[in-house]
């Protein structure tokens, strides 16, 4: 394909309406991509909404090791009246790309498909397999890249690349997300009278500061070399009904993020023995639920992955670029579930990441194209 053909794929993505539910269509668009140029392709449709969600997973190669290329189909939601073009329609101005999804991550999606269709056509030689793992879900919950892992499409993986948008960094890690939902149930009471109540406000509060304290007690003592310290926050509270009134019922959302060496599960239980502890003293009760579990990943920066994509940026004049961690999550946190710490991981795709989720969000037109060159060289690179 010349340039413009690859831009218009692009297009095609982003004219796509994909927001959080929507990405069956991208993923009949790609398959029928895939058959025009003869590289084999499947679409797996999501158990919880088969008729609008759908997964693709196409390979070009055969054997091992097997590499996995992965981007996600689904776009976060858009008020066009904060564009200043149609998000749906990719637009060029001064060598940038407009639209929704151009950078996350509908650009990674499109460089990886046309680098797999390029190596196809040329008959390149592969010593092993490129496995595209096309996710729906990314966005909200993970759930394409959740059935992908628990359905064995990464049993065999040997390395995995993230098309997430970095520039021209790499990321090797990311911390891990856990959100935690508190509830109080207490009693309702005039204020005037708060002894005939039991202020469920006030025991969320006085729970959250236990909490609090010990959370803050392990980021003193715990820290990755790479990801730095565990953070978290408070982030939601809902109580209350007017101000002359007790409340009987409080909720709280905390949001952490984890690192490898004090982890999801490690943060939920000293969280749910802080509740435990605090429910034993006092009148009302409080329960806590996990309510998104993001496990924390953790690559290896000297992985040959890492010095393949290294030496591809060089090949392409870009010298050393940055190997580092990020603090945001992509599908690999799902992906790479029953992966042990260390399995070779870059993320490493086409956009800049500080205008993702954002109105006129767009990715260099330059850096698109070149990328799906580099995605070539490197799919040959690591598969000699």
Request: net charge negative; aromatic share 6%; glycine share 8%.
């Amino acid at each position: 394909m010349n340039n413009d053909e690859e831009i218009q794929v692009l297009a095609d993505l982003v004219h796509i309406d994909s927001r959080n539910g929507n990405e069956l269509p991208v993923a009949e668009y790609l398959k029928h991509l895939f058959d025009e140029h003869g590289v084999k392709s499947e679409i797996l449709p999501l158990s919880s909404d088969p008729t609008h969600r759908a997964n693709l997973v196409a390979e070009i190669g055969s054997g091992k090791p097997v590499i996995a290329f992965t981007g996600h189909m689904d776009v976060v939601d858009f008020d066009k009246s904060e564009w200043d073009t149609d998000p749906l329609t990719l637009t060029i101005k001064d060598n940038k790309m407009y639209g929704r999804g151009a950078t996350d991550m509908k650009s990674g999606v499109a460089a990886t498909a046309l680098a797999m269709i390029a190596l196809h056509e040329k008959q390149v030689p592969l010593n092993g397999t490129i496995r595209f793992l096309a996710t729906a879900g990314e966005e909200v919950g993970m759930g394409g890249s959740q059935e992908l892992e628990a359905n064995g499409y990464m049993d065999d993986v040997d390395a995995l690349v993230v098309g997430e948008p970095s520039g021209l960094r790499i990321a090797f890690a990311n911390k891990g997300e856990l959100n935690v939902t508190m509830s109080a149930k207490g009693k309702a009471a005039h204020s005037s009278m708060p002894d005939l109540g039991i202020n469920a406000l006030q025991n969320l509060v006085d729970a959250w500061e236990d909490i609090k304290q010990g959370l803050e007690a392990e980021v003193a003592g715990s820290s990755d070399e790479d990801l730095g310290k565990l953070v978290f926050n408070l982030d939601v509270l809902n109580a209350g009904t007017q101000p002359n009134v007790i409340p009987g019922e409080a909720q709280a959302e905390i949001n952490v993020r984890t690192t490898p060496e004090f982890d999801n599960e490690a943060v939920f239980k000293l969280i749910q023995e802080h509740v435990d502890s605090f429910n034993a003293g006092h009148q009302g009760t409080i329960t806590v639920a996990n309510t998104m579990d993001i496990k924390p990943v953790k690559g290896d920066k000297h992985a040959k992955l890492i010095g393949a994509i290294e030496q591809v940026a060089k090949d392409h004049n870009h010298g050393d670029i940055p190997v580092l961690a990020a603090p945001g999550g992509t599908d690999a946190s799902r992906l790479l579930l029953h992966k042990s710490l260390g399995f070779p991981l870059a993320v490493f795709g086409p956009g800049n990441p500080l205008v993702q989720h954002q109105a006129n969000e767009y990715c260099d037109k330059d850096m698109y194209l070149e990328f799906i060159t580099m995605y070539q060289e490197l799919m040959a690179e690591v598969l000699k």
